[in-house]
């Protein structure tokens, strides 16, 4: 039997997963958040290729923009930031478009390239949504980086597949048990915006949540 829609994960999670799964279980289990810097400008980053309302075609390419996506074989849900379509002879039929397409799915990052595989697996993620709900083969995409101004070309390898396969069943298991791991702290703790939320002290509570819930209990 099909979960219910609410237990389907976030796609987005994923990058926070292979980032840091403390940064997010917090996030996804405890619904904790706070903002930097480094948040807010790359929402506002996000909200610009988010624009629903805006379809362009250029040339042989159809652009969409937000489109919201699912993968009922990984339970995971969210949203391409920009959809590229391709005519192509190996593409699909498009409703209310003559010809094949391609889908070549394109993710829009803050900053610049990371050492880590995070944001190559939320778009790996993306394309098998976009196989399982139109039915098609995707090969490849891109990431753009908004530092760089630059797209790094990203190829959805057997074995990246299998990277977002085996994330996404760890991401389950955790969500399922509630569980918020604890993790040895980094130099990339200095730029998580859950820092305050997230220190060394806290680590050896059994949550956040009932962290904070007995602080606001001591101040009454």
Same mark, same amino acid.
């Given at each position: 039997?099909?979960?219910?829609? *609410?237990?389907?994960?976030?796609?987005?999670?994923?990058?926070?997963?292979?980032?840091?799964?403390?940064?997010?279980?917090?996030?996804?289990?405890? $619904?904790?958040?706070?903002? $930097?810097?480094? +948040?807010?400008?790359?929402?506002?980053?996000?909200?610009?290729?988010?624009?629903?309302? !805006?379809?362009?075609?250029? #040339?042989?390419?159809?652009?969409?923009?937000?489109?919201?996506?699912?993968?009922?074989?990984?339970?995971?849900?969210?949203?391409? *930031?920009?959809?590229?379509?391709?005519?192509?002879?190996? #593409?699909?039929?498009? !409703?209310?478009?003559?010809?094949?397409?391609?889908?070549?799915?394109?993710?829009?990052?803050?900053?610049?390239?990371?050492? $880590?595989?995070?944001?190559?697996?939320?778009?790996?993620?993306?394309?098998?949504?976009?196989?399982?709900?139109?039915?098609?083969?995707?090969?490849?995409?891109?990431?753009?980086?908004?530092? +760089? !101004?630059?797209?790094?070309?990203?190829?959805?390898?057997?074995?990246?597949?299998?990277?977002?396969?085996?994330? +996404?069943?760890?991401?389950?298991?955790?969500?399922?048990?509630?569980? +918020?791991?604890?993790?040895?702290?980094? /130099?990339? &703790?200095?730029?998580?915006?859950?820092?305050?939320? &997230?220190?060394?002290?806290?680590? !050896?509570? /059994? $949550?956040?949540?009932?962290?904070? /819930?007995?602080?606001?209990?001591?101040?009454?």
């Amino acid at each position: 039997m099909m979960e219910q829609k *609410d237990e389907y994960l976030q796609l987005s999670g994923l990058q926070h997963f292979s980032f840091c799964r403390r940064q997010w279980a917090l996030i996804h289990i405890e $619904n904790q958040w706070s903002e $930097n810097l480094r +948040t807010i400008e790359g929402n506002l980053f996000h909200n610009r290729a988010h624009d629903e309302q !805006r379809r362009e075609r250029r #040339g042989d390419t159809l652009i969409l923009r937000g489109l919201p996506i699912v993968s009922h074989t990984l339970r995971l849900s969210g949203q391409c *930031d920009v959809l590229e379509f391709h005519a192509s002879p190996k #593409g699909v039929h498009l !409703r209310g478009e003559e010809g094949l397409w391609i889908p070549f799915p394109v993710e829009y990052k803050r900053g610049a390239p990371k050492e $880590n595989f995070a944001d190559q697996l939320q778009l790996c993620a993306q394309a098998i949504c976009l196989e399982e709900m139109l039915c098609c083969s995707i090969s490849e995409g891109a990431l753009f980086y908004g530092e +760089t !101004r630059r797209r790094t070309a990203v190829l959805f390898t057997e074995e990246l597949r299998e990277k977002v396969r085996l994330t +996404t069943a760890e991401m389950h298991q955790m969500f399922r048990r509630s569980y +918020t791991p604890k993790v040895r702290p980094t /130099k990339s &703790c200095n730029a998580c915006s859950l820092k305050e939320l &997230c220190l060394p002290v806290l680590m !050896r509570k /059994k $949550n956040v949540s009932e962290y904070l /819930k007995t602080a606001m209990e001591k101040k009454q």
